[in-house]
């Protein structure tokens, strides 16, 4: 039986990066990933080191949640190497976004959403993100066959319990379980 997928954004979910700077949250550990990090394009590529903030307890909530988790996120594979160690995540796959990575689309749909559906092909899938709005959603049901979930978080506060109980209830919710 095939569980559904989950993607799983860093910053914005994992990372709260619209915290209060001086203010790490509760819980969270602070990683600093050198500015070599990442391809040039990418807003990883700083010449201060980036602050990412890290619930180690994410890690075991995420595993436990039913899904089958791939990275959907510029951090793409690095998020294996510094993201994952942090959160005691194995690696894992990721949704490689190519040319597509930060190119802005006319129909105003986030670059993410296109290559998503087609990753998922048809498997049930959550997103989680801070990016989604209502036209990705219609975008993902005119061309996505299986059930999607696209979960807005707040990247001031992060994934919370509530996020992952909404996330439980999709996983083991009758469009879901058994699909793919």
Sequence with gaps: MN???????????????????????VGYTTLRVPHTHGQ?????SRRRPLRVWLNPDHGRSLLGLGFELCWATTWMGDANRWIAPVLD??????????DTLFQERPDGVHWKTG???????????????????????????????????????????????DDFRTLADFARSPGTVGRG
């Design 3 to 25: 569980r559904p997928l989950l993607f799983l954004d860093v910053d914005g979910p994992l990372n709260p990066y619209a915290a209060k700077p001086e203010r790490r949250p």
């Design 40 to 44: 040039n394009r990418s807003p990883l």
């Design 89 to 98: 995540l194995p690696e894992l796959p990721f949704v490689d976004f190519g």
């Design 115 to 161: 290559p998503l559906v087609d990753y998922a092909n048809g498997r049930p899938f959550a997103w989680v993100d801070d990016e989604q709005s209502d036209l990705d959603q219609t975008y993902v049901t005119a061309h996505h066959p299986g059930v999607g979930l696209l979960h807005h978080v707040n990247p001031r506060i992060g994934l919370r319990e």
